[in-house]
T-cell receptor, first 116, second 116 residues
Framework: GENVEQHPSTLSVQEGDSAVIKCTYS??????FPWYKQELGKRPQLIID?????GEKKDQRIAVTLNKTAKHFSLHITETQPEDSAVYFC???????????????FGTGTQLKVEL | DAMVIQNPRYQVTQFGKPVTLSCSQT?????MYWYQQKSSQAPKLLFH???????NEADTPDNFQSRRPNTSFCFLDIRSPGLGDAAMYLC???????????????FGPGTRLTVL
């Protein structure tokens, strides 16, 4: 099917430590994998994305890896800070309908808490 | 500058009283989406428009309808809101420029619907 499994559902780390969130998907046609951060009561914000032609992408303290063969992808946050505390969603995307327009399927979310 | 605008930000309605939520975008994107996000859950796609073509998700209740009178605006109509429809409703857009389903989706701030 199109489901995305995401683990863990909650994650507590000490400030300065790393955080890793892992996701798996089943639809081999998926070719776009964004990660969204959502603070309480706010919109999902894109923090990084990766497309299926690359295996890794990094942006400052955030990195994503993609293994298309195994159908899993991960988010790595290094040197975590209190402002990193939020819900993180992994997402799989790809063509949703004929003619264009991608369709996103969200994972179940990970509540990340960075403790002082 | 705001790119995806949703009005109102907070909406209170009575059980069974029709309500309309509004989304507008200044990005001239082809595709507009409506998501429902209940507390502590991931956003769930209700339907989307690719230009004027409406694409409904199979499990979206008939109680939910949408209109897109022009490129900039898209409306979500809930014909007879029930208590279970209380949620955050998120609008998103994407340009569909790649034709491969790999374009970024941009979310609006959401409308939080309360049903009394």
């Amino acid at each position: 099917g199109e489901n995305v499994e995401q683990h863990p559902s909650t994650l507590s780390v000490q400030e300065g430590d790393s955080a890793v969130i892992k996701c798996t998907y089943s639809d081999s046609a998926s070719n776009y994998f964004p990660w969204y951060k959502q603070e309480l009561g706010k919109r999902p914000q894109l923090i990084i994305d990766i497309r299926s032609n690359v295996g890794e992408k990094k942006d400052q303290r955030i990195a994503v890896t993609l293994n298309k063969t195994a159908k899993h992808f991960s988010l790595h946050i290094t040197e975590t800070q209190p402002e990193d505390s939020a819900v993180y969603f992994c997402v799989r995307g790809g063509l949703g309908v004929t003619g264009g327009g991608n369709k996103l399927t969200f994972g179940t979310g990970t509540q990340l808490k960075v403790e002082l | 500058d705001a790119m995806v605008i949703q009005n109102p930000r907070y909406q209170v309605t009575q059980f069974g009283k029709p309500v309309t939520l509004s989304c507008s975008q200044t990005l001239n994107h082809n595709v507009m989406y409506w998501y429902q996000q209940k507390s502590s859950q991931a956003p769930k796609l209700l339907f989307h428009y690719y230009d004027k073509d409406f694409n409904n998700e199979a499990d979206t209740p008939d109680n939910f309808q949408s209109r897109r009178p022009n490129t900039s605006f898209c409306f979500l109509d809930i014909r007879s809101p029930g208590l279970g429809d209380a949620a955050m409703y998120l609008c998103a857009t994407t340009p569909a420029a790649s034709g491969r389903g790999t374009d970024t989706q941009y979310f609006g701030p959401g409308t939080r619907l309360t049903v009394l």
